[in-house]
């Protein structure tokens, strides 16, 4: 890599990242869950986010329970029906894009993600699935990957009812749901291929529980996501050491990552998850997947769902959303 891993703080970054702690925001390690759920309710879901002409609330079928969902679709008069059944209720086919929010398994609404969503459906002129997958430590470990999987089999069963196209079902999520979208690329591969992803979108993902890393050493204190965060994502979710050295848990971890779909990988310099995230960006390239790997070293973890305020943000958005576009 040319560039450095790890540059001067973006300007335009530190100044989010100054607003964010005068709401007085404590780190996630020091709150209960009830309490940081509560917080992070409050400080990052709202906001102003674009028009999107189709949005509608559904639930699908899970392995235990219901999967709460929010389908966005551009393009389509607010008034006109929603998805019933499986017969499509809009004209062309668009690509669509299975997306998984983060908050480290414990914390995340589709509140929380939808300014993200609401932009990539956009811009990217695609359908976005947004999952509200089952939350830790209520539901541990595998729990949210169930609900990942179902989630890109019923999409894939029934793009056709909200205008999208079936064979070009894509998965990707941010920190704990660029996780779950890459385990859920290899799930799919582990099964036959049925459904197989288009392409996997993994924004600055957690792909391994180990915290000897030089991001982690660099960025214990944060900004915004510090070392001791992590620990406490990872302790509300696994159920035990063992599950840590699972690949659908730390998909780093997994023998073989060969045969699995395309790759877009972010990652930020001034994140604690940086090195996992370029690490797992080299593996699949060594596996033979295609890969396009985007680094920025002057970004925090997050800075996607600070577009409106952050150029470098708003670009790697644009860049993301040309490559939905080319599905």
Do not use: K
Request: one cysteine or more; glycine letters at 10%; a negative charge.
């Amino acid at each position: 890599m040319t560039e450095p891993l790890r540059s001067e703080l973006d300007p335009e970054a530190a100044a989010v990242v100054r607003e964010i702690e005068a709401e007085g925001v404590p780190e996630w390690s020091s709150l209960s869950v009830e309490s940081a759920r509560r917080v992070e309710d409050e400080v990052f879901s709202g906001g102003d986010p674009p028009e999107v002409e189709f949005v509608r609330d559904l639930s699908i079928p899970g392995s235990e329970s219901e999967i709460p969902i929010r389908v966005y679709r551009p393009g389509v008069a607010s008034g006109d029906p929603g998805p019933e059944g499986t017969d499509s209720a809009f004209g062309d086919d668009l690509p669509v894009l299975v997306y998984y929010h983060g908050g480290g398994w414990v914390l995340g609404t589709l509140d929380s993600i939808d300014g993200v969503c609401r932009r990539l459906a956009r811009r990217g002129e695609c359908v976005v699935v947004s999952v509200d997958y089952r939350l830790a430590p209520e539901h541990p470990f595998p729990a949210a990957v169930e609900d990942a999987r179902a989630a890109l089999r019923w999409v894939a069963e029934n793009a056709g009812a909200f205008g999208g196209d079936p064979e070009r079902v894509a998965v990707g999520g941010t920190s704990a749901g660029g996780n779950l979208a890459a385990v859920t690329a290899l799930g799919a591969r582990a099964s036959g291929g049925r459904p197989t992803p288009a392409r996997q979108f993994l924004f600055y993902p957690i792909t391994d529980r180990a915290f000897d890393t030089d991001s982690y050493a660099e960025n214990a204190e944060g900004p915004l996501l510090t070392r001791a965060d992590m620990e406490w994502f990872w302790d509300h979710y696994l159920r035990s050491e063992v599950d840590a050295a699972n690949p659908y848990a730390s998909p780093l971890r997994a023998r073989d990552l060969s045969g699995l779909p395309p790759a877009t990988v972010l990652t930020a310099g001034f994140d604690p998850l940086r090195d996992e995230g370029i690490a797992y960006a080299e593996r699949l390239a060594d596996a033979g997947v295609e890969v396009r790997h985007d680094h920025y070293p002057g970004m925090v973890h997050g800075f996607l769902s600070a577009s409106e305020s952050i150029a470098v943000a708003d670009e790697a958005l644009d860049e993301v959303a040309e490559e939905l576009r080319a599905l």
